[in-house]
Each structure stands twice: as C-alpha cells, then as structure tokens.
C-alpha cells in the first residue's frame, strides 16, 4: 500500500512581508526561504507518517532539480520516472503575509512535461492534482489514462479549479474516488455546476478543508484544532498526506479526516511549505492539543 503522486514537484521561493505591496509598489522581505514544495508537501507529510509514497512526475536537470531529488531522498520518497534532460525543476514565489495568508506566482519547468504514468495497484492511494491539468502535456497525458488508473483516486482541483478545461475536469472527477478542496474551491466547483457545467460528475466521497474551522466529510462536520498560525503555506498538502496516511493505516475516513485536522494544524505553527508532523508528534498533539 502506497501513495502515488501524479502532481508537481517545484521549488517554492518563499517571502516574508508584513503585507503585500499596492500594485506597481515594492517591500522588503522579512525573510527568504527556498524549499522544495507543490506535490513534495503532500508526500513529505504521507512518507512522515508512516505511508510508503512514490513521485510519479518528472523532474528537471539543474540546481532546483538537484535540490528536489535531495529533498525526496531525504523523505524516503522513490521518484521512478527518468528526468528531463532539458529543463530545471519549476519554481512557486509564495508571499506571507504577517497573518499567515499567502499569495502565489508558479513558473513551470520540467513537472510540465509529463508523457506518461507509472504503473499503480488496487492497493495504492493515486493522488491527481488540479495543476497537473492546467498544463497542456500533463493534461494530455493524464486524461488519456485516468480511466486506466488502479487504486483509490484523490483529486484535489486546486485554487485554478475555475480554469481547468471542462473535459479534463469532467475527467478527472468521474475517476476520482475522493475530492479533496477547501471551502473556496467547493464554491467554484459549485458555480461551475449551475453555470455552463450541470453535468460535472461529483465523486463519491467529498473532503472539504475548512481551516481552524476542521473540515466536512460528507458534508459530515470534522472539528478542528485551535492553534496560534503563524504560515498556512502547505496547510492543505499536509492534510491531504495526513488524511491518506491514515487511512493506508486503517484508521476509518472520519478518524482519518480528524486526524488531517490535526496535522494541518499542527504545520501551521512551523514557517515553511513542508511541516507536516511526524507520528510522534501528532500522537503527542492528539493526546494533549492544547499544550502541544
């Protein structure tokens, strides 16, 4: 049993501004931290708790592509697809806000050029994510093979869920076995449905992130956990890798969601786009939240 990644592995340039400049202003950073991100938080936070995870994308020939392989290798995350011997691994400039909120600029690279699957098992959790259909050879390639997808299927569409095209998302939610989205990106995906998109298939099973709010399963309410913010950069990844851990681990779909709760909440309280916990720190944190 393991998580299979079908997203992008990028290199997140990540500031620190007590607030976003006026358009056509300038600040200064706070401070500058360049980690590996996108897809690597998902899986960091699955690998740390316990869930074997391979990376199904490709990455790039340079120093962000190095830095990946290194990080994923660290994480004991495999990454069997070769690399593109002509493009560097992408780059996300995050923004953060003194409040924790962030804001986002991608430049794609090699995870843009992805031009075939790895194989999966009924076993295996298959992660496919809403970037990955924005571009167009991703989009291409993971169309032509959804339906072909073994495994259990997690979708998360992602804030550019609204500028999917219509029959790669269509797709990519009729496979889809869970959608995993926040609470703005259910009310796109709600738009889209009374808008031109009334046929849009809705998956079995809905997770909807909620923030310190917890979640919904089903439309079920998952409580949360209080914690005092300080990044939500990787919030969501975390919860979606804390969310499949837990369910590889037997734990049933409602343990599991308040187990993401938890871990989500828990990599809040760290700077930085990959803080989820490993499982003694969330065990701890389950144990006693509040002085955690």
Do not use: K
């Not at 095209?165 to 269509?170: K, N, S």
């Not at 926040?182 to 923030?211: K, M």
């Amino acid at each position: 049993m393991r998580l299979v990644h079908l997203g992008n592995v990028v290199i997140d340039l990540v500031l620190t501004v007590d607030a976003l400049p006026e358009r056509g202003g300038d600040v200064l950073a706070g401070s500058t931290l360049r980690a590996t991100g996108g897809g690597f938080n998902v899986m960091a936070a699955a690998s740390r708790l316990g869930l074997a995870t391979s990376y199904g994308g490709v990455l790039g020939t340079g120093p962000f592509g190095d830095q990946a392989r290194d990080d994923l290798r660290r994480e004991g995350i495999d990454f069997p697809q070769p690399q593109n011997p002509e493009l560097d691994t992408g780059f996300v400039v995050a923004i953060v806000e003194a409040g924790g909120e962030r804001t986002f600029v991608t430049s794609p690279g090699a995870e843009a050029t992805l031009t075939g699957l790895p194989e999966t098992t009924d076993e295996d959790y298959v992660y496919v994510s809403g970037y990955s259909l924005m571009y167009e050879l991703n989009r291409a390639t993971l169309v032509r093979h959804l339906a072909d997808l073994r495994g259990t299927v997690f979708f998360d569409p992602g804030p550019l869920v609204g500028q999917i095209p219509r029959d790669a998302l269509a797709a990519a939610l009729a496979r889809a076995d869970w959608l995993s989205c926040n609470t703005q990106e259910a009310a796109a995906l709600e738009d889209l449905r009374r808008s031109a998109l009334e046929d849009l298939p809705t998956p079995t099973h809905v997770l909807v992130r909620r923030g310190p709010d917890g979640c919904t399963l089903d439309n079920q309410p998952v409580e949360g956990f209080q914690v005092e913010a300080v990044d939500l950069n990787g919030a969501g990844d975390t919860h979606s890798g804390a969310f499949l851990a837990a369910l590889a681990a037997g734990h049933d779909p409602l343990e599991a969601a308040r187990r993401a709760n938890a871990a989500a909440a828990l990599a809040v309280t760290h700077r930085g786009p990959a803080t989820g916990p490993t499982q003694a720190e969330l065990e701890a944190f389950l144990r006693s939240p509040a002085d955690a």
